[in-house]
């Protein structure tokens, strides 16, 4: 497309009234979230942007990298490894975290996805999965109080009727969720559902390798989803991680991935990690579910959908 013609769709789009609204309501969400986290102990880190490993993902994106002085270094694509790292020295950790995932082109149409996002990276040392669900439920129903008490005059300007849930949300196995709705079981589920619900236990081959297998269900993590009703969709991830260094580099082993792609991380993990647990928030799908707007790229100034030039 042209130049100009895509400097026209982006003047027109923030001066659209919902999409500054959008904006001011994320950022009202980002203080929210950064205010809940800090109350409950968690130090706030500054994000990593380039570094010479990141997240593999378990679905294809394309994969920039630049030349670093002669090395290779990656876009953040997750701070996970960077989070493993980090609680073994602050203990309980988050960071608004700037995600590049060039996703591809059919992804355009989801509502849900940008190449360019930014994510709430939390992350505890010595924790349950089960703990960081009970702190993210706290986490949802806290906002959804505070804007159902009408004083956010960015949401209510939307207009929407947000369900303050009881605790603990439903929780659904990923096998269970399968058998009964097939494949397509998260949209299914989430269309279906009027509070947010959660999905655990997922099997291996769905996730990357560095999410904890159970002891004694081989196959099966000790991870999470939380998804949003009314189709919004996934909303986070998250769950207990890896941390033997000998099951780190099976689990590299049996998703044909090479020590070589991940040795930053294998020298890093030699030395010694902790257990913890921990999950990443997408901002611009949490602004999207709050204030019913049906497309992410009303969430952000300058959204970058994939396969598309903008500024
Ligand atoms: P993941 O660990 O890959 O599930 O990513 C963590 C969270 O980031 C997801 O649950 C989403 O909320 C958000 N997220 C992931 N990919 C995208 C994307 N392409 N665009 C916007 N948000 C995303
Ligand atoms: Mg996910």
Do not use: C
């Not at 290779?72 to 995600?99: D, R």
């Not at 009964?180 to 291996?204: A, H, N, Q």
């Not at 919004?232 to 689990?251: Q, V």
């Not at 901002?283 to 952000?300: A, Q």
């Amino acid at each position: 497309m042209e130049q100009t013609v895509i400097i026209e769709e982006v003047r027109s789009h923030l001066s659209d009234e919902k999409v500054k609204k959008a904006i001011e309501l994320q950022s009202y969400i980002r203080g929210y979230l950064g205010g809940f986290f800090r109350s409950r102990g968690f130090i706030e880190v500054p994000p990593v942007i380039i570094s010479p490993v990141t997240d593999p993902l378990n679905h294809p994106v394309l994969d920039p990298h630049i030349d670093y002085y002669g090395t290779k270094y990656a876009l953040t694509k997750s701070m996970i490894f960077h989070k493993q790292i980090l609680v073994k020295e602050l203990g309980s950790i988050f960071t608004f975290s700037p995600n590049v995932r060039l996703e591809t082109p059919d992804k355009a149409k989801t509502g849900r996805h940008l190449s360019e996002f930014t994510q709430i990276d939390v992350e505890k040392i010595g924790a349950s999965r089960e703990e960081m669900m009970d702190l993210v439920e706290d986490l949802y129903i806290g906002i959804v109080k505070d804007l159902a008490g009408g004083k956010v005059e960015p949401f209510n300007f939307f207009e929407r009727k947000l369900i303050i849930p009881g605790k603990p949300l439903k929780r659904i196995k990923y096998r269970d969720a399968e058998r009964e709705y097939g494949d397509d079981f998260e949209s299914v589920l989430s269309s279906k559902m009027k509070e947010p619900f959660w999905i655990i236990d997922i099997p291996l081959e769905k996730r990357e390798f560095y999410d904890r297998e159970y002891e004694d269900q081989p196959g099966i993590l000790r991870d999470m989803d939380l998804i949003y009703p009314e189709g919004f969709g996934e909303a986070l991830s998250g769950g207990e991680r890896e941390f033997h260094i000998d099951r780190i580099i099976k689990r590299i082993h049996d998703k044909n991935q090479t020590e070589e792609q991940f040795r930053w991380f294998i020298e890093y993990a030699k030395r010694g990690l902790e257990p913890s647990a921990g999950f990443g928030i997408g901002i611009e799908r949490l602004t999207r579910f709050i204030s019913g707007l049906k497309r992410i790229e009303d969430t952000h100034p300058f959204p970058k959908v994939p396969g598309k030039i903008s500024l």
